[in-house]
């Protein structure tokens, strides 16, 4: 099976400039779940989805949110981009959305908010 | 609140040296406790979970909820082992949203 995906992998933007990035979980996967890495605050949990519905968020302001499709495919979108968004973005996807089954983690979005 | 706290940033060994690398969580509740490696260069990846009380790669870690600690132990490490392990928390087995603790650098020199 072809494993996470997520596109794109690096991103420039600049401030106050809106962001949207993308997660295809592996095939038959309805669980993805988002985390930012930065090298201050480590990995910290953005959102969960599972069968198209928002399961649980993180503690993050209301410029980020992000949704997931039909197909299990997610995104998530960051608005009015501020420098501390500068992070590593990462997506997880899981079969069954229970902390039992192994959670498969993507390559990154790197984005850079200049 | 929900924490969990790896104390070192980065530890060093040598190849053969026995390891432990330190999780200690803050949850009141019954805890699931998670061990993710990263590879340089690859994803991050999990290792071991303690609800399956598995050895992977040589590495096994105890729940000790008395200590509330979750530390992994390998009894002689290889070089291939160099990697950054992140210890991980759930709070229910109903959902995958997972507390990351900070990271530890484990680095086997030759």
């Known amino acids: 099976k072809a494993g996470v995906t997520q596109t794109p992998r690096y991103l420039i933007k600049t401030r106050g400039q809106q962001v949207t990035l993308s997660c295809s979980p592996i095939s038959g996967h309805r669980s993805v779940s988002w985390y930012q890495q930065t090298p201050g605050q480590g990995l910290q949990f953005l959102f969960e989805y599972f069968s198209e519905t928002q399961r649980n968020k993180g503690n993050f302001p209301g410029r980020f949110s992000g949704r997931q499709f039909s197909n299990s495919r997610s995104e998530m979108n960051v608005s009015t981009l501020e420098l501390g968004d500068s992070a590593l973005y990462l997506c997880?996807?899981?079969?069954?959305?229970?902390?039992?089954?192994?959670?498969?983690f993507g390559p990154g979005t790197r984005l850079t908010v200049l | 609140a929900q924490r969990v706290t790896q104390p070192e940033k980065l530890l060093s060994v040598f190849k053969g040296a026995p390891v432990e690398l330190k999780c200690n969580y803050s949850y009141s509740g019954s805890p699931e406790l998670f061990w993710y490696v990263q590879y340089s260069r690859q994803r991050l990846q999990l290792l071991l979970r303690?609800?399956s009380r598995e050895s992977i790669k040589g590495f096994t870690a105890d729940l000790n909820k008395g200590e509330t600690s979750f530390h992994l132990k390998k009894p002689f490490a290889q070089e291939e082992d160099s990697a950054m392990y992140y210890c991980?928390?759930?709070?229910?087995?109903?959902?995958?949203?997972?507390?990351f603790g900070t990271g530890t650098r484990l680095q086997v020199f030759p």
């Open positions: 303690h609800i």
């Open positions: 991980a928390l759930s709070t229910s087995l109903n959902t995958d949203k997972l507390i």
């Open positions: 997880a996807s899981s079969s069954s959305g229970q902390g039992s089954t192994t959670q498969y």
